[in-house]
């Protein structure tokens, strides 16, 4: 089956660091994915990793490790804007076909 | 102009109605998308739709019917509907890469009374 975790809820403080983590199990790997969700909209898509490594865009950082099945979503210098629900995706499968979401995590940033 | 639009944004309909959603995309994408986001549940995938043909169909209720009559537009068409299936529905569409992400519309908030 498909399996998808990551934690329920954060909180940070302003102008703080904080990793959002995410394990998955699924029947192939094609690309991982994190979103952002605020309250009554669309998820937007933030960064996109295959490979081994990490992917640096601005305040936000996406780490992988294939082997481990494991990512994370590094967020630097925090803003009460950030407060939204962050989605861990797997593409499982070749292009052309859907991900696979967590249930997400939601993030309170607070002054 | 959004690059996702769905209509309506908000439906509230009876258990004996039939009622369609809509989504049209603007950014030459040839695959689209229908989640299903219910409180404290992961999206759920409902359909999948490559080059105006269905590949993915994950046993979904026969009370909800997909239509996508080309590469711009999709819908999502309900009847006999239970009060368990309100929920937001979110549409998306993408390029058929595999790096190519998911852009979803805003969706349509469905209650069902």
């Known amino acids: 089956g498909q399996n998808i975790d990551q934690p329920t809820e954060m909180t940070a403080t302003e102008g703080a660091i904080v990793q959002i983590n995410c394990t998955y199990q699924t029947s192939g790997f094609n690309g991982l994915f994190w979103y952002q969700q605020h309250a009554g909209e669309a998820p937007t898509f933030l960064s996109y990793?295959?490979?081994?490594g990490l992917e640096e865009k601005g305040r936000f950082s996406s780490f992988l490790s294939r082997s481990k099945g494991y990512s994370y979503l590094l967020l630097k210098e925090l803003q009460m804007k950030d407060s939204a629900s962050y989605l861990c995706a797997v593409k499982p499968h070749q292009a052309g076909t859907a991900l696979i979401f967590g249930k997400g995590t939601t993030l309170s940033v607070s002054s | 102009e959004t690059g996702v639009t769905q209509t309506p944004r908000h439906l509230v309909m009876g258990m004996t109605n039939k009622k369609s959603l809509k989504c049209e995309q603007h950014l030459g994408h040839n695959a689209m998308y229908w989640y299903k986001q219910s409180a404290k549940k992961p999206l759920e995938l409902m359909f999948v739709?490559?080059?105006?043909?269905?590949?993915e169909n994950n046993s979904v209720p026969s009370r909800f019917s997909p239509e996508c009559p080309n590469s711009s537009h999709l819908f999502l068409h309900l009847h006999t509907l239970q009060p368990e299936d309100s929920a937001l529905y979110l549409c998306?569409?993408?390029?058929?890469?595999?790096?190519?992400?998911?852009?979803f519309g805003n969706g349509t908030r469905l209650t069902v009374t």
């Open positions: 990793n295959v490979l081994d």
């Open positions: 998306a569409s993408s390029h058929v890469r595999r790096e190519s992400p998911l852009h």
């Open positions: 739709y490559s080059l105006e043909e269905r590949v």
